[in-house]
């Protein structure tokens, strides 16, 4: 069964500055890999995924993963965050169940910028 | 409108009471979730149906039960609500493999005093 582990439950970062969220999978099949954010008090938002070709994807306000197949390892990254960054990041693994796919959740981690 | 429509978004209820979370969705997916957040568990899957005829247990689908009204509604139950069913719910609906990914409703936030 595939499963997600997010290395981070918690990630304080300061304004402008670089982060990398942590996410690896076990899968012994292809997958696909997402990442969702929740902003305080909201539903769950689709950032980015990875179904095939470049293992480089990007999302609109700039934050971006990377596919290692090698590693298992799909990590979150912004070269510069702001404080409209804060929230609640979960990355997710399509898998594979008796009748079809359902997605998969890692716990979660929680970005706090701060000035 | 939203895609996915989640009610109610608040809910108090008292132990041992009956209790059903609805949903619907406007995307024309066949597939649709139940998902129960906690703080430091992320979501976890409660039941799924990838069409009207189908129905599957997730992960933690003790004490809840779903119904399949339509392609567009899928409703969750709990019977005899307890405190650990205290948590934020979300439906969600995908196409079919979730290449497109998967979208979520609002969610329902579920207080069992």
């Known amino acids: 069964a595939q499963s997600v582990t997010q290395l981070d439950s918690q990630v304080p970062v300061f304004e402008e500055a670089p982060v990398e969220l942590r996410c690896n999978y076990s899968s012994s099949v292809s997958v696909y890999l997402f990442w969702y954010v929740q902003y305080p008090n909201q539903g769950l938002q689709l950032l980015l995924k990875y179904l095939s070709g470049s293992t480089l994807v990007e999302s609109i306000n700039g934050f971006e993963a990377e596919f290692n197949k090698s590693q298992t390892s799909f990590h979150l990254r912004k070269p510069s965050v702001h404080i409209s960054d804060t929230a609640e990041y979960f990355c997710a693994v399509n898998a594979f169940t008796n009748s079809g796919y359902a997605l998969n959740f890692g716990k979660g981690t929680s970005l706090l910028v701060t000035p | 409108d939203a895609d996915v429509t989640q009610t109610p978004r608040n809910r108090i209820t008292k132990t041992g009471k009956r209790i059903m979370l609805e949903c619907s969705q406007t995307?024309?997916?066949?597939?649709m979730y139940w998902y129960r957040q906690d703080p430091g568990l992320g979501l976890r899957l409660i039941y799924y149906s990838f069409d009207v005829k189908d129905i599957n247990k997730g992960e933690i689908s003790d004490g809840y039960s779903v119904s399949r009204q339509a392609q567009a509604k899928f409703s969750l139950s709990l019977e005899s609500a307890i405190p650990n069913q205290t948590a934020l719910y979300f439906c969600?609906?995908?196409?079919?493999?979730?290449?497109?990914?998967?979208?979520f409703g609002s969610g329902t936030r579920l207080t069992v005093v």
């Open positions: 969600a609906t995908s196409d079919l493999d979730g290449a497109r990914g998967y979208t």
């Open positions: 995307k024309g997916h066949d597939r």
